[in-house]
């Protein structure tokens, strides 16, 4: 934890006051209106009523840009912030490029195995009764089971880097084969210490390939991936302000007192209903999680210490209302997408800004406000 007038993020001491914001009243912010409508994308009839019955009605900014784009086999860099739909941005031309031609196979890399099988099931929801098959290979489950589904008919995998390229030695995943490939939350790859896999990965694919790109921030190293990866690549941004504007931030000034007592206090408040608390540590964020059930609440912990079918087990239990509280490490809660939240809580600090923006994204979603609170020593 840092003193009491702030803490150093990468070389700039960030005052307690940028924790602090008033969420924008969501009537003030500009309303968007989508230039089609997703009957108007030339994607196979069986797929449009697939989306329709998953609920999908008017296309979000980056689907709206996207689509016609990818449907054109053109490559793309999209800049979005989790949270505004990218994932259907890709999903749906891609699927409908499976559909019309039954050889084509698409890899898709993301930096953790819980975003990997979210996008898997969005793929099932979109693909359902279009037999369109796809393989999760990510790292922390088993790789025997992944080895077995790949040599059955598929044409997407959706992975981690680290465990592609596992499976890319091991002569089960020819690269090759795939003329489509995606990379989500490239900048958090980047980040988590991907980039060499990444590049292995793209060095043993065909050089005349369909690239698409995503990223919530521009850095000078995100700006040379672009080069090396892609060609011509239109680029799509709909990235929104730094912080959620429907989020209300705030800081709790702990001032000596026991921190467990006062996150307990706030938990009995009204509205507390499914709350995500972050730790600094995969240790405290597991010693908190048994305080707070010590303490009566129905709380969870996900951090890499927890083999991944706890940890799905923990996030499907928070997905659906059976526990009040996540608590969760800032790399196990990476690609995290849960509806819903209704507090975003930093118990400890974040180590940098941007991790801070990342966290509080976590809440304010799809349209509803959410809250931040920050403590601060």
Same mark, same amino acid.
């Given at each position: 934890?840092?003193?009491?007038?702030?803490?150093? +993020?990468?070389?700039?001491? &960030?005052?307690?006051?940028?924790?602090?914001?008033?969420?924008?009243?969501?009537?003030?912010?500009?309303?968007?209106?989508?230039?089609?409508?997703?009957?108007?994308?030339?994607?196979?009839?069986? /797929?449009?009523?697939?989306?329709?019955?998953?609920?999908? *009605?008017?296309?979000?900014? &980056?689907?709206?840009?996207?689509?016609?784009?990818?449907?054109?086999?053109?490559?793309?860099?999209?800049?979005?912030?989790?949270?505004?739909?990218?994932?259907?941005?890709? /999903?749906?031309?891609?699927?409908?490029?499976?559909?019309?031609?039954?050889?084509?196979?698409? $890899?898709?890399?993301?930096?953790?195995?819980?975003?990997?099988?979210?996008?898997?099931?969005?793929?099932?929801?979109?693909?359902?009764?279009?037999?369109?098959?796809?393989?999760?290979?990510?790292?922390?489950?088993?790789?025997?089971?992944?080895?077995?589904?790949?040599?059955? @008919?598929?044409?997407?995998?959706?992975?981690?880097?680290?465990?592609?390229?596992?499976?890319?030695?091991?002569?089960? &995943?020819?690269?090759?084969?795939?003329?489509?490939?995606?990379?989500?939350?490239?900048? #958090?790859?980047?980040?988590?210490?991907?980039?060499?896999?990444?590049? +292995?990965?793209? @060095? *043993?694919? %065909?050089?005349?390939?369909?690239?698409?790109?995503?990223? %919530?921030?521009?850095? #000078?190293? $995100?700006?040379?991936?672009?080069?090396?990866?892609?060609?011509?690549?239109?680029?799509?941004?709909?990235?929104?302000?730094?912080?959620?504007? @429907?989020?209300?931030?705030?800081?709790?000034?702990?001032?000596?007192?026991?921190?467990?007592?006062?996150?307990?206090?706030?938990?009995?408040?009204?509205?507390?209903?499914?709350?995500?608390?972050?730790?600094?540590?995969?240790?405290?964020?597991?010693?908190? @999680?048994?305080?707070?059930?010590?303490?009566?609440?129905?709380?969870?912990?996900?951090?890499?210490?927890?083999?991944?079918?706890? #940890?799905?087990? %923990?996030?499907?239990?928070?997905?659906?209302?059976? $526990? *009040?509280?996540?608590?969760?490490?800032?790399?196990?809660?990476?690609?995290?997408?849960?509806?819903?939240?209704?507090?975003? &809580?930093?118990?400890?600090?974040?180590?940098?800004?941007?991790?801070?923006?990342? #966290?509080?994204?976590?809440?304010?979603?799809?349209?509803?406000?959410?809250? %931040?609170?920050?403590?601060?020593?």
């Amino acid at each position: 934890m840092g003193g009491r007038g702030g803490r150093s +993020f990468k070389g700039q001491l &960030i005052d307690p006051s940028r924790f602090i914001n008033k969420a924008v009243i969501t009537e003030e912010v500009e309303h968007f209106v989508p230039e089609h409508a997703f009957a108007d994308f030339a994607v196979a009839p069986e /797929l449009k009523a697939n989306i329709i019955n998953k609920g999908y *009605q008017a296309p979000t900014p &980056i689907q709206d840009r996207a689509i016609p784009h990818v449907l054109l086999g053109r490559d793309v860099v999209g800049i979005a912030n989790t949270g505004t739909g990218k994932t259907a941005a890709f /999903l749906i031309p891609l699927i409908n490029k499976v559909f019309k031609n039954r050889t084509e196979k698409v $890899i898709i890399a993301v930096p953790t195995r819980e975003l990997a099988i979210q996008i898997d099931e969005e793929l099932r929801g979109f693909a359902e009764g279009l037999r369109i098959y796809s393989v999760c290979t990510v790292g922390g489950a088993p790789i025997g089971p992944q080895i077995r589904d790949l040599k059955r @008919s598929h044409n997407f995998v959706i992975g981690t880097p680290g465990r592609i390229k596992d499976l890319v030695e091991r002569k089960v &995943i020819n690269l090759l084969s795939f003329n489509t490939v995606v990379l989500d939350e490239a900048d #958090r790859m980047l980040d988590m210490g991907f980039v060499n896999d990444m590049r +292995f990965m793209m @060095s *043993q694919m %065909a050089s005349a390939r369909h690239t698409l790109f995503f990223s %919530a921030t521009m850095s #000078r190293e $995100i700006e040379i991936l672009i080069k090396e990866f892609l060609t011509d690549p239109v680029s799509v941004s709909v990235k929104t302000g730094d912080t959620a504007k @429907s989020v209300d931030q705030d800081i709790v000034r702990i001032e000596g007192k026991n921190k467990v007592d006062i996150l307990h206090d706030l938990l009995l408040k009204d509205g507390f209903t499914k709350v995500l608390v972050f730790g600094q540590t995969k240790h405290g964020v597991e010693r908190l @999680s048994k305080d707070l059930i010590g303490r009566g609440f129905k709380a969870e912990s996900i951090h890499g210490n927890k083999n991944h079918s706890k #940890r799905q087990k %923990a996030l499907g239990l928070f997905k659906d209302d059976h $526990i *009040q509280v996540l608590v969760a490490t800032d790399v196990a809660a990476r690609g995290i997408d849960v509806s819903n939240v209704s507090h975003v &809580i930093n118990y400890d600090l974040p180590n940098t800004y941007e991790d801070y923006v990342h #966290r509080i994204g976590r809440t304010g979603r799809a349209g509803k406000r959410g809250k %931040a609170l920050t403590f601060i020593q």
